[in-house]
């Protein structure tokens, strides 16, 4: 199978391809940790490292 893939050449529109998808990762991430079978309390420690590692490795 080949994919073409046509990146926005526009600054601006790369911006908004990186918004996207940062917001669909972060979407996939909070519903994994909803899906998991653990309490709410966890769920949220599990969430604020996931943001932590994130904000520490920028």
Not at 20 to 40: G, Q
Request: proline share 3%; charged share 40%; glycine share 2%.
């Amino acid at each position: 199978m080949e994919v073409i893939v046509h990146y926005p050449k526009d600054s601006e529109k790369k911006k908004e391809l990186e918004t996207s998808v940062s917001k669909l990762r972060a979407e996939f991430i909070i519903d994994y940790i909803n899906k998991l079978n653990c309490p709410y309390e966890q769920k949220l420690r599990l969430a604020d490292a996931v943001a932590g590692k994130i904000k520490s490795d920028k």
